[in-house]
Protein backbone atom coordinates (compact mmCIF):
# COMPACT_ATOMS: atom_id res chain seq x y z
CA UNK A 1 0.00 0.00 0.00
CA UNK A 2 1.11 3.23 -0.80
CA UNK A 3 0.33 5.51 2.48
CA UNK A 4 0.67 9.36 3.17
CA UNK A 5 0.93 9.72 6.58
CA UNK A 6 0.81 13.34 8.20
CA UNK A 7 2.13 14.19 11.74
CA UNK A 8 0.90 17.33 13.62
CA UNK A 9 2.63 19.77 15.80
CA UNK A 10 2.04 17.75 18.81
CA UNK A 11 3.26 14.18 16.76
CA UNK A 12 6.55 16.16 16.32
CA UNK A 13 7.03 18.56 19.16
CA UNK A 14 8.99 16.25 21.68
CA UNK A 15 11.33 13.44 21.72
CA UNK A 16 9.05 11.03 22.91
CA UNK A 17 6.76 11.92 19.85
CA UNK A 18 9.42 11.53 17.34
CA UNK A 19 10.13 8.10 19.03
CA UNK A 20 6.54 6.77 18.21
CA UNK A 21 7.08 8.40 14.62
CA UNK A 22 10.04 6.27 13.99
CA UNK A 23 8.41 3.08 15.22
CA UNK A 24 4.93 4.12 13.11
CA UNK A 25 7.05 4.65 9.99
CA UNK A 26 9.40 1.96 10.41
CA UNK A 27 6.86 -0.40 11.49
CA UNK A 28 4.88 0.66 7.98
CA UNK A 29 7.98 0.09 5.90
CA UNK A 30 8.14 -3.69 7.29
CA UNK A 31 4.76 -4.35 6.60
CA UNK A 32 5.33 -3.52 3.37
CA UNK A 33 4.07 0.19 2.85
CA UNK A 34 5.10 3.07 0.92
CA UNK A 35 5.01 5.18 2.85
CA UNK A 36 5.32 9.28 1.99
CA UNK A 37 5.21 11.51 5.17
CA UNK A 38 4.05 15.04 5.52
CA UNK A 39 5.40 17.05 8.72
CA UNK A 40 4.00 20.08 10.87
CA UNK A 41 6.04 22.66 12.62
CA UNK A 42 6.88 21.38 16.08
CA UNK A 43 3.28 22.30 18.31
CA UNK A 44 3.60 25.88 19.09
CA UNK A 45 6.43 27.02 16.74
CA UNK A 46 3.91 28.58 14.34
CA UNK A 47 2.26 30.85 16.77
CA UNK A 48 5.72 31.44 18.18
CA UNK A 49 6.98 32.86 14.46
CA UNK A 50 3.76 34.55 14.21
CA UNK A 51 3.82 36.72 17.64
CA UNK A 52 7.02 37.71 16.92
CA UNK A 53 6.21 39.15 13.57
CA UNK A 54 2.77 40.93 14.98
CA UNK A 55 4.83 42.65 17.66
CA UNK A 56 7.40 43.62 15.43
CA UNK A 57 4.94 45.35 13.21
CA UNK A 58 3.74 47.23 16.33
CA UNK A 59 7.52 48.28 16.80
CA UNK A 60 8.61 45.52 19.51
CA UNK A 61 11.34 43.11 18.61
CA UNK A 62 11.72 41.08 21.74
CA UNK A 63 9.33 38.82 21.40
CA UNK A 64 10.71 37.80 17.93
CA UNK A 65 14.12 37.35 20.11
CA UNK A 66 12.43 35.23 22.58
CA UNK A 67 10.62 33.03 20.49
CA UNK A 68 13.94 32.76 18.31
CA UNK A 69 15.59 31.39 21.75
CA UNK A 70 12.34 29.02 22.35
CA UNK A 71 12.18 27.87 19.20
CA UNK A 72 16.18 27.18 18.74
CA UNK A 73 16.16 25.09 22.72
CA UNK A 74 13.06 22.69 21.61
CA UNK A 75 14.96 21.94 18.59
CA UNK A 76 18.28 21.57 19.70
CA UNK A 77 16.93 19.32 22.78
CA UNK A 78 15.34 16.94 20.11
CA UNK A 79 18.55 16.69 17.88
CA UNK A 80 20.79 16.66 21.11
CA UNK A 81 19.07 13.23 21.69
CA UNK A 82 17.64 11.85 18.90
CA UNK A 83 21.04 12.64 16.69
CA UNK A 84 23.30 12.02 19.07
CA UNK A 85 27.06 11.50 17.83
CA UNK A 86 25.24 11.62 14.03
CA UNK A 87 26.84 12.52 10.91
CA UNK A 88 23.53 14.73 10.16
CA UNK A 89 23.83 16.35 13.38
CA UNK A 90 25.53 19.84 12.63
CA UNK A 91 24.26 20.22 8.97
CA UNK A 92 20.76 19.91 10.49
CA UNK A 93 21.26 22.02 13.82
CA UNK A 94 23.11 24.76 11.45
CA UNK A 95 19.77 24.64 8.94
CA UNK A 96 18.04 25.39 11.81
CA UNK A 97 19.83 28.25 13.13
CA UNK A 98 20.17 29.86 9.81
CA UNK A 99 16.24 29.73 9.29
CA UNK A 100 16.06 31.16 12.81
CA UNK A 101 18.58 34.24 11.91
CA UNK A 102 16.47 35.02 8.76
CA UNK A 103 13.84 34.87 10.83
CA UNK A 104 15.11 37.56 13.41
CA UNK A 105 16.45 39.34 10.11
CA UNK A 106 12.76 39.19 8.83
CA UNK A 107 11.31 40.73 12.03
CA UNK A 108 13.90 43.43 11.66
CA UNK A 109 12.61 44.83 8.47
CA UNK A 110 9.16 44.36 9.18
CA UNK A 111 9.97 46.31 12.39
CA UNK A 112 11.55 49.07 10.64
CA UNK A 113 9.13 49.12 7.43
CA UNK A 114 6.38 49.03 10.42
CA UNK A 115 4.43 46.81 7.85
CA UNK A 116 3.68 43.02 7.74
CA UNK A 117 2.04 42.02 4.41
CA UNK A 118 0.52 38.94 3.61
CA UNK A 119 3.53 37.47 1.59
CA UNK A 120 6.29 38.44 4.48
CA UNK A 121 3.94 36.70 6.92
CA UNK A 122 4.04 33.28 4.69
CA UNK A 123 7.37 33.51 4.50
CA UNK A 124 7.71 33.60 8.26
CA UNK A 125 5.07 31.01 9.49
CA UNK A 126 6.85 28.79 6.93
CA UNK A 127 10.08 28.84 8.88
CA UNK A 128 8.25 26.06 11.48
CA UNK A 129 7.81 23.69 8.73
CA UNK A 130 10.91 23.86 7.12
CA UNK A 131 13.13 23.27 10.29
CA UNK A 132 10.72 20.30 11.18
CA UNK A 133 11.26 18.71 8.08
CA UNK A 134 14.93 18.85 8.05
CA UNK A 135 14.74 17.37 11.56
CA UNK A 136 12.44 14.67 10.77
CA UNK A 137 14.22 13.01 8.25
CA UNK A 138 17.78 12.77 9.32
CA UNK A 139 15.73 11.32 12.75
CA UNK A 140 14.46 8.51 10.87
CA UNK A 141 17.44 8.29 8.25
CA UNK A 142 19.27 8.07 11.40
CA UNK A 143 17.52 5.49 12.83
CA UNK A 144 17.70 3.10 9.43
CA UNK A 145 14.96 4.33 7.40
CA UNK A 146 16.06 6.10 4.29
CA UNK A 147 14.61 9.33 3.93
CA UNK A 148 14.81 12.90 2.31
CA UNK A 149 13.58 16.31 3.33
CA UNK A 150 11.44 17.80 0.73
CA UNK A 151 10.01 21.28 0.40
CA UNK A 152 6.75 21.45 -0.38
CA UNK A 153 7.22 24.62 -2.58
CA UNK A 154 8.30 22.79 -5.35
CA UNK A 155 5.68 20.58 -5.39
CA UNK A 156 2.71 22.28 -4.82
CA UNK A 157 1.29 24.69 -6.84
CA UNK A 158 -1.20 27.18 -5.69
CA UNK A 159 -3.50 30.05 -6.71
CA UNK A 160 -1.31 32.17 -5.19
CA UNK A 161 -3.64 33.45 -2.15
CA UNK A 162 -1.45 34.11 0.99
CA UNK A 163 -2.65 32.87 3.92
CA UNK A 164 -5.30 30.83 2.40
CA UNK A 165 -3.96 29.17 -0.60
CA UNK A 166 -5.79 26.64 -2.85
CA UNK A 167 -3.78 23.92 -4.85
CA UNK A 168 -4.20 23.69 -8.67
CA UNK A 169 -4.28 20.30 -8.44
CA UNK A 170 -2.79 19.87 -12.54
CA UNK A 171 0.34 21.43 -11.86
CA UNK A 172 0.44 19.88 -8.64
CA UNK A 173 -0.03 16.05 -9.48
CA UNK A 174 2.79 16.40 -12.34
CA UNK A 175 5.08 18.49 -9.89
CA UNK A 176 4.42 15.73 -7.25
CA UNK A 177 4.81 12.71 -9.33
CA UNK A 178 8.32 13.59 -10.68
CA UNK A 179 9.73 14.30 -7.47
CA UNK A 180 8.43 11.89 -5.14
CA UNK A 181 8.19 8.71 -7.58
CA UNK A 182 11.65 8.39 -8.15
CA UNK A 183 12.08 8.37 -4.64
CA UNK A 184 9.50 6.01 -3.56
CA UNK A 185 10.98 3.65 -6.47
CA UNK A 186 14.47 3.63 -4.69
CA UNK A 187 12.81 3.10 -1.20
CA UNK A 188 13.29 6.44 0.36
CA UNK A 189 10.57 7.83 2.04
CA UNK A 190 10.14 11.93 1.16
CA UNK A 191 9.06 14.14 4.15
CA UNK A 192 7.48 16.94 2.94
CA UNK A 193 6.71 20.12 4.41
CA UNK A 194 3.34 20.76 5.18
CA UNK A 195 1.63 24.12 5.14
CA UNK A 196 2.90 24.96 2.70
CA UNK A 197 2.79 25.99 -1.71
CA UNK A 198 3.92 28.16 -4.04
CA UNK A 199 1.93 30.28 -6.91
CA UNK A 200 3.03 29.31 -10.07
CA UNK A 201 5.07 31.90 -10.47
CA UNK A 202 7.22 30.55 -6.82
CA UNK A 203 5.94 32.89 -4.64
CA UNK A 204 5.67 31.09 -1.40
CA UNK A 205 2.35 30.60 0.37
CA UNK A 206 0.60 28.94 2.93
CA UNK A 207 -2.59 26.61 2.78
CA UNK A 208 -4.34 28.35 6.14
CA UNK A 209 -3.74 27.54 9.65
CA UNK A 210 -3.97 23.92 9.95
CA UNK A 211 -3.34 23.19 6.67
CA UNK A 212 -1.01 20.15 7.00
CA UNK A 213 -3.43 17.99 6.75
CA UNK A 214 -4.21 19.76 3.69
CA UNK A 215 -1.12 18.92 2.08
CA UNK A 216 -1.62 15.64 3.06
CA UNK A 217 -4.68 14.78 1.47
CA UNK A 218 -3.32 16.80 -1.79
CA UNK A 219 0.15 14.67 -1.97
CA UNK A 220 -2.23 11.26 -1.85
CA UNK A 221 -4.49 12.75 -4.62
CA UNK A 222 -1.78 13.47 -6.51
CA UNK A 223 -0.11 10.24 -6.01
CA UNK A 224 -3.28 8.27 -6.33
CA UNK A 225 -2.36 6.86 -2.50
CA UNK A 226 -4.07 3.68 -1.25
CA UNK A 227 -4.98 5.66 1.63
CA UNK A 228 -3.86 9.12 3.69
CA UNK A 229 -2.99 8.91 7.98
CA UNK A 230 -3.84 12.03 10.02
CA UNK A 231 -1.23 11.10 13.23
CA UNK A 232 -2.25 13.53 15.77
CA UNK A 233 -3.40 13.52 19.97
CA UNK A 234 -6.51 12.19 20.18
CA UNK A 235 -7.68 8.95 18.93
CA UNK A 236 -9.36 9.96 15.43
CA UNK A 237 -12.40 12.43 15.24
CA UNK A 238 -14.43 12.52 18.43
CA UNK A 239 -18.38 12.95 19.16
CA UNK A 240 -16.89 16.52 20.34
CA UNK A 241 -13.75 18.21 21.31
CA UNK A 242 -12.31 16.09 24.30
CA UNK A 243 -10.78 19.26 26.32
CA UNK A 244 -14.35 20.75 26.57
CA UNK A 245 -16.32 17.75 26.50
CA UNK A 246 -14.68 15.11 28.76
CA UNK A 247 -16.86 11.71 28.24
CA UNK A 248 -16.26 12.60 24.11
CA UNK A 249 -15.66 8.91 22.23
CA UNK A 250 -14.27 8.59 19.19
CA UNK A 251 -16.27 8.18 16.25
CA UNK A 252 -15.25 5.14 14.55
CA UNK A 253 -16.40 5.93 10.60
CA UNK A 254 -17.62 8.72 9.22
CA UNK A 255 -18.03 9.59 5.55
CA UNK A 256 -16.61 12.58 3.82
CA UNK A 257 -19.77 14.79 3.80
CA UNK A 258 -19.94 14.03 7.54
CA UNK A 259 -16.50 15.06 8.51
CA UNK A 260 -16.04 17.73 5.84
CA UNK A 261 -19.21 19.42 8.03
CA UNK A 262 -17.40 18.90 10.98
CA UNK A 263 -14.40 20.07 10.31
CA UNK A 264 -15.86 23.33 8.37
CA UNK A 265 -17.80 24.05 11.75
CA UNK A 266 -14.93 23.84 13.90
CA UNK A 267 -13.47 20.41 14.82
CA UNK A 268 -9.90 21.29 14.76
CA UNK A 269 -8.65 18.34 14.66
CA UNK A 270 -9.02 18.61 10.44
CA UNK A 271 -8.51 21.53 8.47
CA UNK A 272 -11.84 22.06 6.85
CA UNK A 273 -10.89 21.92 2.72
CA UNK A 274 -8.50 19.05 3.60
CA UNK A 275 -11.35 16.13 2.54
CA UNK A 276 -12.13 18.05 -0.68
CA UNK A 277 -8.84 16.13 -2.20
CA UNK A 278 -9.74 12.25 -0.53
CA UNK A 279 -13.07 12.76 -1.61
CA UNK A 280 -12.56 13.50 -5.01
CA UNK A 281 -10.41 10.28 -5.62
CA UNK A 282 -12.19 8.47 -2.91
CA UNK A 283 -8.89 7.54 -1.05
CA UNK A 284 -9.77 6.69 2.37
CA UNK A 285 -8.61 8.95 5.37
CA UNK A 286 -7.57 7.52 8.75
CA UNK A 287 -7.08 10.06 11.99
CA UNK A 288 -4.95 8.01 14.50
CA UNK A 289 -3.20 8.57 17.79
CA UNK A 290 0.10 8.98 17.48
CA UNK A 291 0.53 8.14 21.46
CA UNK A 292 -1.71 5.81 21.24
CA UNK A 293 -0.70 3.82 17.73
CA UNK A 294 -2.71 0.82 18.16
CA UNK A 295 -6.26 2.48 18.42
CA UNK A 296 -8.22 1.89 15.55
CA UNK A 297 -9.19 5.62 15.64
CA UNK A 298 -11.82 7.17 13.04
CA UNK A 299 -11.92 6.02 9.29
CA UNK A 300 -13.24 8.18 6.91
CA UNK A 301 -14.89 6.82 3.34
CA UNK A 302 -17.51 7.58 1.07
CA UNK A 303 -20.03 6.05 2.99
CA UNK A 304 -21.83 7.15 6.03
CA UNK A 305 -21.96 4.16 8.60
CA UNK A 306 -25.57 3.43 8.79
CA UNK A 307 -25.81 0.91 11.96
CA UNK A 308 -24.83 4.19 13.44
CA UNK A 309 -26.42 7.13 15.39
CA UNK A 310 -28.29 9.98 13.70
CA UNK A 311 -26.11 12.67 15.38
CA UNK A 312 -22.33 11.31 15.17
CA UNK A 313 -20.97 15.02 16.65
CA UNK A 314 -21.11 18.44 18.29
CA UNK A 315 -18.81 21.40 17.03
CA UNK A 316 -18.46 24.73 17.54
CA UNK A 317 -16.41 27.67 16.30
CA UNK A 318 -16.01 30.79 18.90
CA UNK A 319 -14.77 34.30 18.31
CA UNK A 320 -17.60 35.30 15.73
CA UNK A 321 -19.81 37.81 15.42
CA UNK A 322 -23.04 38.30 14.01
CA UNK A 323 -24.51 40.90 11.56
CA UNK A 324 -27.42 42.04 11.49
CA UNK A 325 -29.64 43.81 9.31
CA UNK A 326 -32.90 45.12 9.46
CA UNK A 327 -35.93 47.51 8.76
CA UNK A 328 -39.20 47.13 7.40
CA UNK A 329 -38.81 48.74 4.42
CA UNK A 330 -36.81 46.04 3.31
CA UNK A 331 -39.83 43.88 2.61
CA UNK A 332 -40.41 42.49 -0.97
CA UNK A 333 -37.70 44.69 -2.52
CA UNK A 334 -35.65 42.78 -4.51
CA UNK A 335 -31.98 42.19 -4.44
CA UNK A 336 -31.17 43.50 -1.00
CA UNK A 337 -29.74 40.02 0.18
CA UNK A 338 -27.27 40.23 -2.94
CA UNK A 339 -26.00 43.06 -2.59
CA UNK A 340 -25.67 42.63 1.45
CA UNK A 341 -23.23 39.66 0.61
CA UNK A 342 -22.22 41.58 -2.40
CA UNK A 343 -20.51 43.86 0.39
CA UNK A 344 -19.79 41.10 2.23
CA UNK A 345 -17.75 39.32 -0.10
CA UNK A 346 -15.87 42.85 -1.04
CA UNK A 347 -14.05 43.03 1.98
CA UNK A 348 -12.84 39.20 1.67
CA UNK A 349 -14.82 38.14 4.35
CA UNK A 350 -16.29 34.46 4.00
CA UNK A 351 -19.76 34.05 5.66
CA UNK A 352 -20.13 31.05 8.24
CA UNK A 353 -23.82 31.06 8.64
CA UNK A 354 -26.89 32.59 6.96
CA UNK A 355 -30.51 32.94 8.79
CA UNK A 356 -32.78 35.13 7.10
CA UNK A 357 -36.72 35.96 9.03
CA UNK A 358 -39.27 34.81 6.62
CA UNK A 359 -41.00 38.32 6.92
CA UNK A 360 -37.63 39.52 5.18
CA UNK A 361 -37.17 42.32 7.93
CA UNK A 362 -34.03 41.39 8.58
CA UNK A 363 -30.67 39.19 7.31
CA UNK A 364 -28.23 37.84 9.74
CA UNK A 365 -25.53 36.29 8.82
CA UNK A 366 -22.00 35.15 11.17
CA UNK A 367 -18.54 36.70 10.36
CA UNK A 368 -15.23 36.34 12.48
CA UNK A 369 -15.47 39.27 15.13
CA UNK A 370 -12.08 40.24 13.53
CA UNK A 371 -14.05 41.48 10.05
CA UNK A 372 -16.77 42.62 12.06
CA UNK A 373 -15.75 46.25 11.77
CA UNK A 374 -14.90 46.89 8.40
CA UNK A 375 -18.22 44.47 7.26
CA UNK A 376 -20.50 46.89 8.87
CA UNK A 377 -18.62 49.93 7.09
CA UNK A 378 -19.09 48.41 3.74
CA UNK A 379 -22.45 47.85 4.37
CA UNK A 380 -23.45 51.16 5.37
CA UNK A 381 -21.51 52.45 2.14
CA UNK A 382 -23.53 49.92 0.52
CA UNK A 383 -27.00 50.37 2.25
CA UNK A 384 -26.53 54.06 2.57
CA UNK A 385 -29.42 55.74 0.80
CA UNK A 386 -31.76 52.90 2.00
CA UNK A 387 -30.45 53.96 5.57
CA UNK A 388 -31.21 57.86 4.52
CA UNK A 389 -34.94 56.36 3.92
CA UNK A 390 -35.33 54.06 6.97
CA UNK A 391 -36.07 51.03 4.14
CA UNK A 392 -32.96 49.68 6.24
CA UNK A 393 -33.70 51.18 10.10
CA UNK A 394 -30.16 49.39 11.55
CA UNK A 395 -27.07 47.83 10.53
CA UNK A 396 -25.42 46.47 13.59
CA UNK A 397 -23.22 43.52 15.22
CA UNK A 398 -23.85 41.10 18.28
CA UNK A 399 -20.33 40.31 19.40
CA UNK A 400 -19.14 37.32 21.57
CA UNK A 401 -20.95 34.61 19.88
CA UNK A 402 -20.16 30.99 18.96
CA UNK A 403 -22.22 28.90 16.34
CA UNK A 404 -22.68 25.79 17.73
CA UNK A 405 -23.57 22.47 15.29
CA UNK A 406 -24.87 19.22 15.27
CA UNK A 407 -23.67 16.72 12.49
CA UNK A 408 -24.84 13.33 11.36
CA UNK A 409 -25.93 12.13 7.87
CA UNK A 410 -28.46 10.29 9.81
CA UNK A 411 -30.52 13.40 10.47
CA UNK A 412 -31.50 13.76 6.88
CA UNK A 413 -35.44 13.49 6.51
CA UNK A 414 -35.22 12.62 10.40
CA UNK A 415 -38.18 14.44 11.82
CA UNK A 416 -37.56 15.98 15.10
CA UNK A 417 -34.02 16.57 15.52
CA UNK A 418 -33.87 20.35 15.70
CA UNK A 419 -36.99 19.74 18.27
CA UNK A 420 -34.54 18.06 20.44
CA UNK A 421 -31.95 20.83 19.86
CA UNK A 422 -34.06 23.78 21.15
CA UNK A 423 -35.85 21.42 23.82
CA UNK A 424 -32.40 20.15 25.56
CA UNK A 425 -30.67 23.91 25.29
CA UNK A 426 -34.37 25.60 26.03
CA UNK A 427 -34.61 23.42 29.37
CA UNK A 428 -31.10 24.81 30.25
CA UNK A 429 -32.01 28.12 29.77
CA UNK A 430 -30.06 28.29 27.13
CA UNK A 431 -30.67 31.24 24.51
CA UNK A 432 -30.80 30.16 20.89
CA UNK A 433 -30.27 33.82 19.16
CA UNK A 434 -30.24 32.22 15.11
CA UNK A 435 -30.70 28.90 13.42
CA UNK A 436 -29.32 27.86 9.95
CA UNK A 437 -29.84 23.96 8.66
CA UNK A 438 -26.86 22.54 6.33
CA UNK A 439 -28.91 22.42 2.76
CA UNK A 440 -27.12 19.11 2.80
CA UNK A 441 -29.09 18.13 6.07
CA UNK A 442 -26.21 16.72 7.96
CA UNK A 443 -25.82 19.34 10.37
CA UNK A 444 -28.24 22.25 12.32
CA UNK A 445 -26.20 25.19 13.46
CA UNK A 446 -27.68 27.63 16.48
CA UNK A 447 -26.06 30.83 17.43
CA UNK A 448 -25.80 31.18 21.54
CA UNK A 449 -23.63 33.46 23.12
CA UNK A 450 -20.07 32.68 23.91
CA UNK A 451 -20.49 32.16 27.88
CA UNK A 452 -23.12 29.42 26.98
CA UNK A 453 -20.95 28.09 24.68
CA UNK A 454 -19.33 25.29 26.87
CA UNK A 455 -23.06 24.38 28.23
CA UNK A 456 -24.57 24.02 25.25
CA UNK A 457 -22.05 21.39 23.83
CA UNK A 458 -22.03 19.36 26.71
CA UNK A 459 -25.71 19.63 26.71
CA UNK A 460 -26.29 18.39 23.12
CA UNK A 461 -23.47 15.92 23.82
CA UNK A 462 -26.10 14.03 26.61
CA UNK A 463 -29.55 14.40 24.74
CA UNK A 464 -27.98 12.54 21.82
CA UNK A 465 -26.45 9.85 24.05
CA UNK A 466 -22.78 10.73 22.53
CA UNK A 467 -21.38 9.82 25.74
CA UNK A 468 -21.84 6.26 25.49
CA UNK A 469 -20.37 3.42 22.40
CA UNK A 470 -23.44 2.69 20.39
CA UNK A 471 -24.71 -0.48 20.45
CA UNK A 472 -23.87 -2.96 18.13
CA UNK A 473 -26.59 -3.46 15.68
P1 LIG B 1 -2.30 18.47 15.01
O1 LIG B 1 -1.22 19.37 15.48
O2 LIG B 1 -2.00 17.03 15.17
O3 LIG B 1 -2.80 18.83 13.65
P2 LIG B 1 -4.56 19.87 16.18
O4 LIG B 1 -4.30 20.53 17.48
O5 LIG B 1 -4.61 20.68 14.95
O6 LIG B 1 -3.51 18.68 16.04
O7 LIG B 1 -5.91 19.03 16.24
C1 LIG B 1 -6.09 18.07 17.27
C2 LIG B 1 -6.91 18.69 18.38
O8 LIG B 1 -8.21 19.01 17.89
C3 LIG B 1 -7.18 17.75 19.53
O9 LIG B 1 -6.14 17.78 20.47
C4 LIG B 1 -8.50 18.26 20.09
O10 LIG B 1 -8.32 19.04 21.24
C5 LIG B 1 -9.05 19.17 19.00
N1 LIG B 1 -10.42 18.81 18.62
C6 LIG B 1 -11.44 19.69 18.49
N2 LIG B 1 -12.56 19.04 18.15
C7 LIG B 1 -12.26 17.73 18.04
C8 LIG B 1 -13.00 16.57 17.70
N3 LIG B 1 -14.29 16.60 17.41
N4 LIG B 1 -12.34 15.39 17.70
C9 LIG B 1 -11.04 15.32 17.98
N5 LIG B 1 -10.29 16.39 18.31
C10 LIG B 1 -10.88 17.59 18.34
N1 LIG C 1 2.02 24.62 11.56
C1 LIG C 1 0.81 25.07 10.93
C2 LIG C 1 -0.15 25.59 11.99
O1 LIG C 1 0.16 25.57 13.17
C3 LIG C 1 0.18 24.03 10.07
C4 LIG C 1 -0.27 22.76 10.76
O2 LIG C 1 0.18 22.48 11.87
O3 LIG C 1 -1.05 22.02 10.17
O4 LIG C 1 -1.20 26.06 11.66
MG1 LIG D 1 -3.99 20.43 12.95
Known amino acids: ?133 RQVAAILEEHGVPSKAVDATGLIITDGRHGVASPLMRPTAGRVQAVLSPMLAEAIVPVVTGFIGASEKGTLTTLGRGGSDYSATILGHALGADEVWIWTDVNGVMTADPRVV ?133 LEDEMSRELERHDIESIWAQDSIVIVTVVGAGMKGTPGIASRVFGSLGRERINVIAIAQGSSEYSISVVVAEDDAEEALRRLHSEFGLGVEPKPR
Do not use: W
Request: aromatic share 4%; net charge negative; with cysteine.
Open 1 to 133: MLIVMKFGGTSVGSVRALEQLISIVDSARKRGDEVVVVVSAMSGVTDLLLAGAEQAEAGEIETAGQGHREMLTRHTEVVDSLLTNSPHRDSVMAKIAALLDEYDLLCHSIKVLGELTPRALDVIVSTGEQMSV
Open 246 to 378: PDARTIRRLSYAEVGEMAYFGAKVLHPQAIRPARQSIIPVRILNTFQPDHPGTLVTKDSDRSGRMVKGITVIKGLSLVIVEGSGMIGVPGVAARTFGAVARTGTSVLMISQSSSEQSICFVVPTTEAVPVLAA
